[in-house]
């Protein structure tokens, strides 16, 4: 299997800061990257895919970027509803998809 | 707006049968291309894919290698739905069980509430 491993696995920002979220693959994975939104008791939500492209409806404070095994997440302007826990998922193994472990961004 | 809709039981014993339902709505489960999978989160958080059925003029089935020998993905095209089985269940597989659709470039675009399985007796 492809091991992705996010970077940092806990983050504490304050609201307007500009934060940035790592993910790296054990081997290339380029565009196959997407990364997700998780709230407590709530569904994962797509937030961008193919490394860079945001996923309709989401606020263009998302961007995605990297290529090959490193990709990141960048929040521009961090509002309060983005706190939440932030993965990402390889699917160029597909149907064997693998996620990160997860970032939980905190309030500071 | 595609939506997916689980239900279950919430607590199965151990050595039992872990089955779960996935309603949808929006889309169809036999639209050619289309995919479902079953992905679950641990208690520790990791989430782990289970199984995908896939549609391309026929239906295509993939398990993960830890639950192939105890798992099963079936379709009902006249009900619109998937279903997970999962047998001989034990306390590890207690977790959030969420049912999601495969989406562009490989990705998960919608995904179920989720369930919470705990296998206690």
């Known amino acids: 299997d492809i091991q992705m491993t996010q970077s940092p696995s806990s983050l504490s920002a304050s609201v307007g800061d500009r934060v940035t979220i790592t993910c790296r693959a054990s081997?290339?994975?380029?565009?196959?990257l997407s990364w997700y939104q998780h709230k407590p008791g709530k569904a994962p939500k797509l937030l961008i895919y193919g490394a860079s492209t945001l996923q309709s409806g989401v606020p263009s404070r998302f961007s995605g970027s990297g290529s090959g095994t490193e990709f990141t997440l960048t929040i521009s302007s961090l509002q309060p509803e983005d706190f939440a826990t932030y993965f990402c998922q390889q699917s160029i193994d597909s149907p064997r998809i693998t996620f990160g472990q997860g970032t939980r961004l905190e309030i500071k | 707006q595609v939506q997916l809709q689980q239900s279950g039981p919430g607590l199965v014993r151990p050595s039992q049968t872990l089955s779960l339902t996935c309603a949808i709505f929006?889309?169809?489960?036999?639209?050619?291309?289309?995919?479902w999978n079953w992905i679950r989160q641990s208690p520790s958080g990791g989430l782990e894919w289970l199984a995908r059925a896939n549609y391309r003029s026929k239906w295509y089935y993939d398990y993960a290698v830890s639950v192939q020998s105890r798992m099963t993905i079936n379709t009902d095209t006249r009900r619109n739905q998937f279903t997970l089985q999962l047998n001989s269940v034990t306390p590890e597989d207690t977790a959030v069980y969420y049912c999601?659709?495969?989406?562009?470039?490989?990705?998960?675009?919608?995904w179920g509430q989720g369930t919470l399985v705990t296998v206690s007796s």
């Open positions: 081997q290339t994975i380029s565009p196959y």
């Open positions: 999601v659709r495969g989406g562009v470039s490989g990705s998960s675009d919608v």
């Open positions: 929006g889309d169809r489960v036999s639209r050619d291309s289309a995919a």
